[in-house]
């Protein structure tokens, strides 16, 4: 009697752990919501000699203020206007201050900031409509290091 009632005790006990299951979720409903957020690789930033041989202009300044930020189809652009500053690459003849330059990024100028910031430009190739209002005269090379 005693090993009789010592098998039903051990399949008593031994029944809920047996039956126990975990959820599985199969891979057919799996739904990635931040695919597009994973699939964006980090863009190149260039090195200085890479942007140097690339732009026609290069123009280091401590008197940069930006002038307006339209917003063309949820892309923010951005103008700058160069109030005077050292140019250390120049293909063009002539070059009067003050100049506008259009960027599509940020050059993270501040209104404290004294430093002098080294910007890289090239001709301007997008924005035909903002380059004939504000009178831009270049643009930012993109992917180019501020700095």
Do not use: W
Request: net charge positive; glycine share 2%.
């Amino acid at each position: 009697m005693r090993i009789f009632s010592f098998y039903i005790l051990m399949i008593i006990l031994s029944l809920p752990l047996s039956c126990k299951k975990d959820y599985e979720r199969p891979d057919h409903y799996s739904l990635d919501l931040f695919r597009n957020e994973r699939n964006e690789q980090q863009k190149r930033i260039l090195t200085a000699e890479e942007a140097n041989e690339k732009s026609l202009l290069v123009i280091k300044s401590d008197k940069t203020e930006l002038v307006s930020t339209p917003k063309i189809n949820n892309k923010l652009v951005y103008i700058y206007k160069i109030k005077d500053g050292k140019i250390t690459k120049k293909t063009s003849d002539s070059l009067s201050f003050p100049i506008r330059i259009i960027s599509d990024y940020d050059l993270k100028i501040s209104k404290g900031k004294t430093d002098s910031t080294t910007i890289y430009l090239m001709a301007p190739r997008s924005y035909k409509l903002l380059i004939t209002e504000f009178d831009v005269s270049f643009q930012a090379l993109p992917a180019a290091p501020t700095l």
